[in-house]
DNA sequence: TAAACGATTAGCT
DNA sequence: GCTAATCGTTTAT
């Protein structure tokens, strides 16, 4: 992971941009950068939603508990759990506060031209966690300064495609995944095409 | 208080 | 393809 601390090109996205159904902010997060200052970062290949209402795979399917309480805030909160003991995955908070919905982020791709990371990709949402070094303290903060974490629209518009979620037995079949069409850093490809 | 369970990954068959 | 690693949260006694 690069130590570039320059800010890469575009604009920072704000409240603003998350402040909708996590259905319609994780396709348009595709393509923007994830960056850390003095740490690196990447183009975001690779997300999944996680809704409000009729999802049993969300968290805050049952309600608001002690992990969860970061789903109800702000739109561009941050929201960090441990998956399986072992990684930190990192998800921004969507819709108003108060309505409990994230989006996963799960894999970046580096990028080449020297504006943020370093050309190394991070697949999967443990690597990616690992890489840009979330914390579980994060969680609560919102984007920017107070976390260190940003997430840049620097104008790119890949081809977004859609399919089922990843590693979940419940609400498995619904197709809240969203990746960059013409990326190689996106887990599980084989699902996609056959579906199973 | 106890037990079960993961929004995963690496390593081995 | 299959499983161990690993630990905080949740759910059940």
Redesign the pocket.
Known sequence: MSTETAFPPGRPLGPDFFARSPDRVAPDLIGKVLWSPGVGGGRLTEV?A?LPMDDP????A?GP????VA?YGRPGTI?V???????Y?L?LVTDREGVAS?V?IRAMEGLEDGRAGDGVSYC?????GAALGIRPELSGLPLGPESGVYVIDDGSRPRVGITT?????QGAALPLRYYASDSACV?RRSAIQGGT
Not at 57 to 60: D, E, L, Q, T, V
Not at 65 to 68: E, G, I, L, Q, V
């Open positions: 999944e996680y795979a969300s968290h805050a049952r508990t002690r992990r969860n789903m929201y759990f441990l998956s399986y003991g072992v990684h995955l998800n994230a996963l999967g949402p443990g690597r990616l979620r990843v590693g979940i037995t887990t």
